[in-house]
C-alpha cells in the first residue's frame, strides 16, 4: 500500500472519528453509572476552574509519535518486502492480493466505530475501552505476524498456501484499523499536539525499517550456487527484520499505556466521559422520571472524589487530523447561515467533483503502478522493487507536507485536474519498462517514481484539505469525508484488480 493510500485512509478515518455523533441510547443502555469519572457538575467546576491547564508535556508528544510509528509498522514490514514473495515464493500478484486483505476491511472498521465506539466508552469509560481496543489488535497482529514469518520459516510449502497467508493479513490489517480508529479517538480528546505529532508519526515507520533493512541486507538473494539460478530467503534478515515489526507494535501498546495511565493523560478521558454521560443522561430525560434520573446524577463516584486533579480540555477537539497535522486552523463552531446542517448526496457529489475525480483516478494510477515494481527490470540493483517502495513513501510524505504551506494550497481546479491527467502518462511506461520496451536504468526509474509519489502525496493532500474547508457544519464534513472515502475504497479496488489481471495474464 502505498503512502497515499495511507493518507486517505488514516485522515478520512480521523476527521470522522473526530466529527461524528453518537446517537443517544437509553439510560439503561449505559451500565453502572457509579463507575463513570465525571458527570455534568464536575465538568461545569472543572471548565471554569482549570480552562488554562492545556499544556501538554514533550515527553507525552514524543510517546504519542511512537504510536503513531506503530500503527502502521505492522503492514507496512510486509509490503515493503513484496520482492521476497515475489521471488523466493514465486508469487509476483503478493502486492495487490495483500492490499485488498489488509486495508479493503478498513471502511467497514470505520463505519463500526463510528456507530458503536462512543457507547461503548459510555458503558465501560473511555480509559478501558480504549485499553482493551488498542491492546487486543496489538497482540492479535503480533501474533498473527509471528505465525506467519515463523511458520512460512518451519515450513515452507505454508508460502504457497493462499489461505493461510492471506487469512493472517486479513487479521492484521483489520487489527492496525482498529488500532488507528481507537488511536485517534483518544488522541482528538488531547489538545491539538499529540494529535498532529502522532499523525505525522503515522507515516514515518520507514525511517527504522530502512537502516534496519539496510544493517541486515536483503531478505531475498540470489543464490550462490553458480550451476542453479534462483533465488533463497535469508531467514537471519527476515527474522530481524519483522521482529522490528512486531517490537515496534509492542512499542506503541506501551507508549499508549504510559499516555493515559498518569492522570496527567488520562484526565482528557476523563472529561470526555462527563460528556458522553451528561449527553445519554439528557437524552434520557425526555422519556423517564426526572426525580429518577435527579438520583442517579447526584449518586457520588470516585473519580468525583478526585476531581479536583482533572483538567481542562476544550470541548470542540480538532475537526480533522490533516488540519492539525498542516497547521491549518481548527473548525470554529458554524453558524446556520454559514453551512447548512445536512446536505443531499446529489448536492455533494455537485460540491466536490474535482476533489473526487482527483482522488478517484489518482488511486487507479497509483495502486496500478506500484503494484507493477516487482516486474521492473533492474540493472544494478537487485533489491530495486524494494528501494521503490521507500522511495514512495518518503517522496509521498514530501509531497503531502508541501500542502502546509498555502502557496502549494492555491491550486485552481483546472489545474488540479490537468496534473491528475498528465500523471496518468506512468501507467503506460511502467508498462512499457515492464515489458523490456525501454532502456533499463534504475537512477532513471527511482527518478521518475519519485515525481510520480511527489505529485501524488500532493493531490491526496490537496483534495482533502479543500474537501474539508469546504463546509463549515461538522456533519457536512462527515458526510463529505466518507462520500470521498467511499470512492476512494472503489477506486483502490479497480486498481488491484486491473494490476492482477496484468500480472496473472504475463504469468
Known sequence: MDVTTDSVVRSVRAWSISTSTSPVV????????????????DKQSLDQSSVEQTHVPLWMKFLAFLCGI????????????????????????????????????????????????????????????????????????????????????????????GGFVYSMLLVVGIGSSIAFGAFSQVFALFPPGPQAIFFLGTYCPFFIFAPVNFGVGSLCESMSNERVEGWETNWSAVHVFYGMGVLLTILGLISFLAIVWPLVGRRYLILHDSDLHSTYLVGSTQASDPTETSALISRPTRSQRSS???????????????????????????????????????????????????????????????????????????SLATLLQYDYYICGALGIFLTSFKFFTRLPVWGILALVVTRCVFIPLAFLYCNNKLPVNDFAVIGLNSVFMLSGGYLFSLSFLLASQRYDSSKVRTAASTTINVVYYIAMGIGLGLALGIIHKDD
Not at 26 to 41: H, I, N, Q, R, T
Not at 320 to 328: E, G, I, M, Q, S
Request: proline fraction near 5%; charge should be negative.
Open 26 to 41: 437509553e439510560l439503561e443502555d449505559c451500565g453502572d453509572l457509579s463507575d463513570v469519572p465525571l458527570l455534568a457538575d
Open 70 to 161: 506503530s500503527t502502521f509498522a505492522r503492514t507496512e514490514c510486509i509490503l515493503m518486502q513484496t520482492l521476497m514473495f515475489a521471488r523466493c515464493f514465486d508469487n509476483r500478484s503478493f502486492y495487490p492480493k495483500s492490499s485488498m486483505f489488509m486495508f479493503m476491511p478498513g471502511i467497514l472498521v470505520q463505519v463500526l466505530q463510528s456507530r458503536f465506539d462512543q457507547g461503548f466508552n459510555a458503558r465501560h469509560t473511555t480509559f478501558k475501552a480504549s485499553i482493551f481496543r488498542i491492546s487486543s489488535s496489538c497482540l492479535t497482529t503480533v501474533v498473527c505476524i509471528i505465525a506467519l514469518i515463523w511458520g512460512i520459516d518451519g515450513n515452507q510449502d505454508l508460502a504457497n498456501n
Open 308 to 382: 479536583s486533579a482533572s483538567s481542562y480540555v476544550p470541548n470542540e477537539a480538532v475537526t480533522a487530523v490533516t488540519a492539525a497535522a498542516l497547521d491549518t486552523p481548527p473548525e470554529l463552531p458554524s453558524t446556520a447561515s454559514a453551512s447548512p446542517s445536512h446536505v443531499s448526496l446529489k448536492i455533494l457529489l455537485r460540491d466536490l467533483w474535482p476533489m473526487i475525480l482527483c482522488v478517484f483516478v489518482t488511486t487507479i494510477v497509483n495502486s496500478l503502478v506500484s503494484s507493477l515494481y516487482v516486474t521492473f527490470p533492474y540493472h544494478k540493483y537487485t
